[in-house]
């Protein structure tokens, strides 16, 4: 269990995104991961680092308000 | 339980020849060769540009149906739109990656390997000498047991993951591509054309090859970390809308294409990866389709020869990472040096490395008297070239 949460957490479109899997080596904590050829983001190993937002090809990874930060 | 002696995930060219080459080492071997999506080839995550010399190693590309256009001539454009050609005969092959793709995955099958099409692999576990393997497809969930597991299954490679390998890459290091097919377009049909320039494609490079008179390719790869905020998307759309404003884009594609160095660890017990899962691609080029047939051919065969001493332990399928890094790999630590020194130099440089390049007649501009005249004219090369013998 991690004792601080990020204020944000990466979220994923998946009406944009185009399943290329790029974001997948990029994400430190290994938080994005494909699941039924569906991207998925896990919202308790993201650290907020947004490292997946700017490179993603067509726009579809960007930062939410982690709900479980408090 | 169905056993498997080698389970190839991914049928790419690394995945169809580790198949292939799998069977041919070991012909009583089960060797079965799953795919997620449910055509081998599709969607084209590619450019689909390849080597001459390296494609000859696997297959002959002379009037093969799986090749789009025949490439003699490379030109290049500056940034500042000076156009550079480089004389060169026999340069390499634009293919059609989906009937390529295709013609690998049906060489893997006539040396006796299975080919399951729309199989996902959602996950795997150590159990003894075996990796379990849990499969999503056509015959439903199933879990399977395999010897070896060789992951050939992109930048997004879940089974080296599972293996517990290290396939996380700096953003820095990663190019984020756009491409359109687009039609009705003017240029050489036997050229392919590399535009260079932080306005284009900071970090990257804009790409038009030919698949055909009036029908290409176009698209580029630009590193987030120097871009302005745009998408890879934004910026070829706006290449060409400024280039090309009359074509007309009949596809679409996007992708992470990794110009790093080789994974430092690429086998783990029962396991190993090949291809752009292991970072395989060349660096300064990005290309990477020959280079994932070669390291498939030497998975294939280790993995063959390992379960035929009964010993598939990290430590002998280890024999594989180190045929790859005398083959290729310690050629692409160079070529990382290399690209990282490039990165110091801006467009006016290139502008003028295009001049000087230029001012040699065509028929004389081999590479090697390019590289000559370039260095005595731009000391800012010198150390670039040093970096190659570092």
């Known amino acids: ?70 | 339980m169905p056993d498997i002696d080698v389970l190839v995930v991914g049928a790419g060219p690394a995945g169809s020849v580790a198949a292939a080459e799998a069977r041919r080492a070991g012909p009583d071997l089960r060797v079965v060769l799953v795919e997620r999506d449910r055509a081998v080839g599709a969607p084209v995550r590619c450019a689909e540009g390849v080597g001459d010399a390296g494609l000859r190693e696997f297959a002959d590309p002379t009037g093969a149906p799986w090749v789009a256009r025949k490439i003699t001539k490379v030109i290049f454009w500056a940034p500042d739109g000076t156009e550079v050609k480089v004389a060169e005969r026999d340069v390499g092959w634009i293919l059609d990656r989906t009937r390529f793709d295709a013609f690998l995955a049906a060489g893997a099958v006539a040396e006796g390997a299975e080919a399951w099409v729309g199989t996902e692999v959602t996950g795997m576990r150590r159990d003894g000498e075996w990796w379990m393997v849990d499969t999503r497809g056509a015959r439903g969930p199933e879990t399977l047991r395999a010897r070896v597991v060789i992951g050939a299954d992109g930048v997004e490679t879940m089974v080296g993951r599972w293996a517990g390998l290290d396939t996380r890459v700096p953003a820095r290091d990663m190019e984020s591509c756009a491409q359109y097919v687009v039609q009705g377009i003017d240029f050489d049909p036997d050229a392919i054309y590399l535009q260079f320039g932080d306005q284009v494609a900071p970090g990257g490079y804009a790409w038009v090859f030919p698949k055909g008179v009036g029908v290409a390719n176009v698209g580029l790869g630009i590193v987030a970390l120097k871009a302005d905020g745009r998408s890879a998307r934004r910026y070829l759309d706006d290449w060409i809308a400024a280039r090309y404003p009359h074509g007309a884009k009949t596809g679409y594609t996007v992708g992470g294409v990794i110009v790093h160095t080789t994974v430092r660890e690429t086998c783990a017990d029962g396991a190993l990866i090949a291809g752009d899962a292991a970072h395989m691609v060349n660096p300064l080029s990005g290309g990477g389709i020959v280079n994932a047939m070669k390291a498939g051919r030497l998975a294939g065969r280790t993995a063959a020869e390992a379960i035929r001493e009964k010993n598939t332990s990290a430590a002998r399928l280890s024999a594989y990472h180190t045929a790859w890094m005398k083959l290729l790999g310690d050629d692409h630590l160079k070529y990382y040096r290399i690209k990282q020194a490039l990165e110091d130099l801006d467009d006016s440089f290139f502008n003028g490395l295009a001049r000087t390049v230029n001012a040699i007649p065509t028929p004389k501009r081999t590479l090697g008297r390019i590289f000559a005249h370039a260095l005595v004219r731009h000391p800012q090369l010198i150390p670039v070239a040093a970096r190659f013998f570092l």
């Open chain 1, 1 to 70: 269990m991690r004792s601080v949460r990020p204020a944000e957490i990466a979220v994923v479109d998946l009406a944009l995104c185009d399943r290329c899997g790029l974001c997948l080596p990029l994400c430190p904590p290994e938080a994005i991961h494909l699941a039924l050829a569906d991207l998925v983001v896990d919202d308790d190993s993201c650290t907020g680092c947004r490292k997946c937002v700017a490179p993603c090809p067509v726009g579809a990874l960007s930062m939410v308000p982690n709900r479980a930060a408090a």
